[in-house]
């Protein structure tokens, strides 16, 4: 079954800008995207789904979305470069999350591009930390959005 989640990601990425030397413009691009994606989730239950979610307010972090129905968090990471550390980041703030609730999420979905975020994050080690998170108790998915 397709995470509905997921499938407005990769609408949302597929109908991004090619590629630019641009920082600025490819920031403001990554920035629209991200936008799109948690409009499009948003509009698919709007009760359902948190979007930016506060983890605390003395850490000033945010969930990009929470379905409350799953337990289970996503975070988007448009563009993959440094998508490995964006990852780490990601999982302490569920790790933190879940310290400060008693509704605990028990899932992250991390989404990035393929092209950047694959190499880094399909290695020993991001899968080791995995299979540890998921030993106490919090699923960790990473899945990869693509151009066209």
Not at 36 to 51: M, Y
Not at 76 to 104: C, I, P, T
């Amino acid at each position: 079954m397709e995470d509905p989640v997921v499938t407005a990601a990769q609408l949302a990425f597929s109908v991004r800008l090619k590629e630019s030397s641009d920082v600025s413009e490819n920031t403001r691009n990554a920035q629209a995207i991200a936008k799109s994606w948690r409009g499009a989730v948003h509009k698919l239950d709007p009760d359902r789904f948190q979007i930016e979610a506060m983890v605390t307010p003395e850490l000033d972090q945010k969930i990009d979305i929470v379905d409350t129905e799953t337990a289970c968090a996503y975070e988007f990471k448009v563009s993959g470069k440094n998508a490995w550390a964006e990852f780490y980041k990601d999982v302490v703030k569920v790790l933190m999350w879940n310290q400060h609730r008693k509704k605990k999420l028990s899932c992250l979905v991390f989404i990035t591009e393929k092209k950047f975020g694959s190499p880094f994050l399909d290695s020993p080690m991001p899968r080791a930390y995995i299979r540890y998170l998921a030993d106490q108790g919090l699923k960790v998915i990473i899945t990869y959005v693509r151009h066209g």
